[in-house]
């Protein structure tokens, strides 16, 4: 036994967490691949400010969650006189939190307006979903809202009538938050949450004005400025061609509230820092938006963005729990030695690794995709109809099984709430639930995005020049993904050829899934082996194939010196040659 551990009493047993940390300084992966994606001026005006949010994130923004995760809000529906205030109390805490997102990194506006952080333009997904991903690592309640009022400007920017759009748009990407106008969208109700065929609160017009009547029933960001909505506006036999788009206004013209309130709010098992809530609409003043029954297709032109934000929060959150992970494997001792030299702990933070770069590769090759698409690119919108769901069913997934890995890394003290490790396991599971079940996702994988778009072929087609045009992975390993790409490929038309195969929707996605972050793996492992010399991240493709594509024998230990190789390497604070990786490779 060490004189170190001889000498440990009491609290020196307790392993620190990641608190104090810059969350950008200690992600190379992320700040090399972001340099890869993104253009050479943009990066090289946006790294200072992600250096400054690392530190923010792990440290005051990290300690504001925790206080907002205990203060959460209050509704208050009546003021001392007894009338109908209306309005939700929320922890100082929350509105420093607030404060960060909107006024200092302009989160709601960068991507439709210039001026945010000094960028005389707007900026694209690469950069917006850049700082969300160290944002959400500090905090990750706020973040529905910030993403709730982004996806609401482009849909205001989109489909409002001119003067509706020239009223509101300048008040919601406004970068004072004394003048800004928060945004957010109401469409589940009792009756429908993914089968909005059944939605019914209704639209009506009424001495020439839209009036919205009825209830909706998850309202997340509950006391925003602007809200987006769908109503039936045709007829229940209709489903949803009957139903409409509308903007409703919290408060009119007049200064006077809309009429609609808030019945109760919801006691949520995470994102506890954030009000959501029961809407009660009587006869609401709102506008439509674009033409009437075309709701439910306008509403979907916003679900790529949601999802990716979804990923991205996932990925975010795997990041945060691989650190702390890490954290107490390293300063942890258990039987005379840290508890990443033991065997089976090395194999489980594998476990807590592996989807977290999946994710992170996910992410970036998504959001450059949504750039090149809103640029024009045909192939890249095709390959964005499939790519957004998938990070979005797969990544929101694995998020739980990591969470909870990393708390019981911690052991004991992860279950107790004065950790991190609590808030982790409730938040994560939010991911799966909101912007479709996981099943409500697979199924538009299989049947709209595979069996109509076709866009597995495309996104094939965009894995196979990768692998061709990356010359340092070695030739046999690229012989294997690219036939891991042809099998899930072809899988997928499989599934999606016959309705009687709907149950192995799943099964479909992931393999889309894993062979995609595998080929994402391996491209960039053999990229940041150019600039740093540092090429581990191809491995982490290898396990993605043994362990994600592979059937495994459950009573077998075949591969597994491939494994404790890999681990020797990616739990090692020294970089691994291209020599010494493909050595690994080869087993």
């Excluded at 009491?10 to 940390?21: K, L, N, S």
């Excluded at 709430?417 to 994560?428: F, G, H, Q, T, Y």
């Excluded at 072809?490 to 149950?503: G, H, I």
């Excluded at 230990?557 to 604070?573: H, P, Q, V």
Aim: proline letters at 4%.
């Amino acid at each position: 036994m060490s004189a170190n551990v001889a000498q440990n009493r009491g609290i020196d047993w307790v392993a620190p967490d990641c608190h104090g940390e810059n969350f950008y300084e200690i992600d190379p992966a992320f700040r090399t691949l972001l340099k890869h994606y993104m253009a050479p001026a943009l990066h090289a005006h946006l790294e200072p400010h992600l250096t400054r949010l690392g530190g923010i994130a792990g440290g005051r923004l990290d300690a504001l969650a925790r206080i907002a995760d205990v203060h959460q809000p209050v509704l208050h529906a009546r003021d001392a006189f007894g009338r109908d205030a209306d309005w939700i109390e929320y922890h100082p805490s929350y509105r420093e939190m607030e404060r960060i997102a909107f006024d200092d990194f302009g989160l709601h506006a960068m991507s439709h307006r210039g001026g945010v952080l000094n960028w005389p333009e707007p900026m694209g997904a690469l950069a917006k979903y850049a700082i969300k991903y160290l944002f959400v690592q500090g905090e990750f309640g706020l973040m529905c809202p910030v993403s709730l009022c982004d996806t609401a400007a482009f849909m205001v920017n989109r489909y409002a009538a001119p003067e509706i759009r020239d009223r509101y748009l300048p008040r919601m990407t406004a970068l004072d938050g004394d003048e800004m106008w928060t945004g957010t969208q109401f469409m589940t109700e009792q009756a429908g949450g993914s089968d909005v065929a059944r939605l019914e609160v209704e639209g009506h017009l009424e001495d020439g004005e839209w009036r919205i009547h009825g209830d909706k029933w998850f309202c997340s960001h509950a006391d925003s400025d602007i809200i987006l909505l769908l109503a039936r506006t045709g007829s229940m036999a209709e489903g949803s061609r009957g139903l409409s788009l509308f903007l409703v206004p919290r408060r009119l013209e007049d200064g006077s509230r809309n009429a609609y309130r808030t019945m109760r709010l919801k006691s949520k098992m995470g994102t506890r820092s954030m009000a959501t809530g029961e809407i009660r609409f009587e006869g609401a003043t709102a506008y439509l938006m674009g033409a009437e029954g075309r709701g439910l297709r306008q509403v979907m032109d916003q679900v790529n963005l949601s999802r990716l934000s979804h990923g991205v929060r996932a990925a975010a959150m795997m990041r945060r729990c691989l650190n702390e992970a890490m954290t107490v494997a390293r300063h942890r001792q258990a039987f005379g030695k840290p508890l990443v030299g033991h065997p089976l702990m090395r194999r489980q933070l594998l476990k807590i690794m592996l989807p977290a770069e999946q994710a992170l590769s996910a992410y970036l090759f998504t959001a450059h995709m949504m750039e090149r698409a809103d640029a024009g690119e045909d192939a890249a919108e095709r390959t964005l109809r499939l790519l957004t769901p998938l990070i979005k069913f797969r990544a929101c997934r694995d998020n739980i099984a990591v969470a909870t890995a990393a708390m019981e890394v911690r052991g004991g003290n992860g279950f107790i709430e004065d950790w991190v490790n609590p808030r982790l396991v409730r938040d994560a599971h939010t991911g799966v639930l909101w912007e479709g079940t996981s099943s409500i996702v697979a199924l538009d994988v299989t049947t709209r995005a595979v069996a109509k778009n076709r866009a597995h072929e495309v996104l094939a087609d965009s894995l196979h020049d990768l692998l061709q045009e990356t010359q340092d992975i070695p030739g046999q390993f690229r012989g294997e993904l690219d036939g891991m790409v042809d099998r899930a490929t072809a899988f997928a038309d499989e599934v999606a050829a016959d309705p009687e195969n709907e149950p192995y929707a799943r099964q479909a996605t992931n393999a889309l899934y894993h062979a995609m972050s595998a080929v994402l793996l391996a491209r960039e492992g053999a990229l940041i082996a150019r600039e740093t010399g540092d090429a581990r991240r191809m491995l982490l493709g290898r396990l993605v194939i043994d362990h994600r594509m592979r059937g495994q024998d459950p009573m077998g230990l075949i591969g597994r010196e491939t494994e404790k190789a890999a681990a020797n390497l990616l739990l090692s604070d020294e970089p691994a040659s291209l020599a010494e990786v493909e050595i690994v490779l080869r087993r």
